[in-house]
């Protein structure tokens, strides 16, 4: 892929398969929703003391994998170091993350009301460094 197709598939609808470094075996890898505008960093929302919280913030980086289900096979992989750890607010960062995922409706029902500042989460921001990717559709 090109870099615009490769960061335009990147900034579509995909669940992200985040991976990340663990101490004590072979890494972890978890299915992730994810936000990404071209050009721009990878942003995912995490429990701070989860385990994939946990792992990212010692290992300070993680890899994303993006991909489509159906033929012909497209996917996008990016790793980088993390720039950005903050609390997780519900306007600025859950809201919109729940609405690109299941629409608007279902995404305000998600997220319900409660507090702005989720202590117990984070956002977590990646700057790609490095990328791989593959259109089988060119082949």
Do not use: N
Request: hydrophobic letters at 35%; aromatic letters at 8%; one cysteine or more.
């Amino acid at each position: 892929m090109t870099t615009d197709e490769r960061e335009s598939f990147l900034a579509g609808l995909h669940v992200g398969v985040l991976s990340v470094e663990a101490t004590d075996g072979p890494p972890l890898t978890v299915p992730i929703w994810y936000a990404y505008a071209p050009g721009g960093e990878v942003e995912v929302i995490t429990g701070r003391e989860s385990l994939k919280g946990r792992l990212i913030a010692r290992a300070e980086r993680f890899s994303l994998c993006a991909q489509t289900e159906q033929p012909p096979y497209r996917y996008v992989s990016v790793s980088g170091p993390v720039v950005s750890t903050e609390a997780c607010q519900r306007e600025a960062h859950l809201r919109p993350m729940a609405r690109r995922y299941l629409g608007e409706a279902m995404g305000d029902s998600y997220v319900g009301e409660g507090p702005e500042v989720d202590e117990a989460s984070v956002v977590i921001r990646m700057r790609p460094e490095r990328w791989w990717s593959v259109d089988y559709g060119k082949a």
